[in-house]
Nanobody, 120 residues
Framework: QVQLVESGGGLVQAGGSLRLSCAASGSIFSINAMGWHRQAPGKQREFVTSISRGGRTNYADSVKGRFTISRDNAKNTVYLQMNSLKPEDTAVYYC??????????????WGQGTQVTVSS
């Protein structure tokens, strides 16, 4: 059984910062890519950022220069530092990861989500 547990969401004023964390636990052999998506009310879930095991990163254009993803492979944890937050960043943020749970057995896992609200 594998779980991804997010933390660090909350309410912040526009221009402020938040740091999200997501820890993977359970029967884990290896973790490949990890990342974050978000879903605003009435909208589809959208890609925010991802990071490979080796540290290669990708960002949505809407967050480039403001958000930074990082990971600690020893702790099976991914982080999202969000700066210069805007009201349009308000959403439920979900972490995800490609996890190997057995010999060549990979599966895509999602966390339960954490609410980020940015007030104007």
């Amino acid at each position: 059984q594998v779980q991804l547990v997010e933390s660090g969401g909350g309410l912040v004023q526009a221009g402020g910062s938040l740091r999200l964390s997501c820890a993977a636990s359970g029967s884990i052999f290896s973790i490949n890519a990890m990342g974050w998506h978000r879903q605003a009310p009435g909208k589809q879930r959208e890609f925010v950022t991802s990071i490979s095991r080796g540290g290669r990163t990708n960002y949505a254009d809407s967050v480039k220069g403001r958000f930074t993803i990082s990971r600690d492979n020893a702790k099976n944890t991914v982080y999202l530092q969000m700066n210069s937050l805007k009201p349009e960043d308000t959403a439920v943020y979900y972490c995800d990861a490609q996890i190997e749970t057995g010999w060549d057995t990979w599966r895509h896992y999602w966390g339960q989500g954490t609410q980020v609200t940015v007030s104007s």
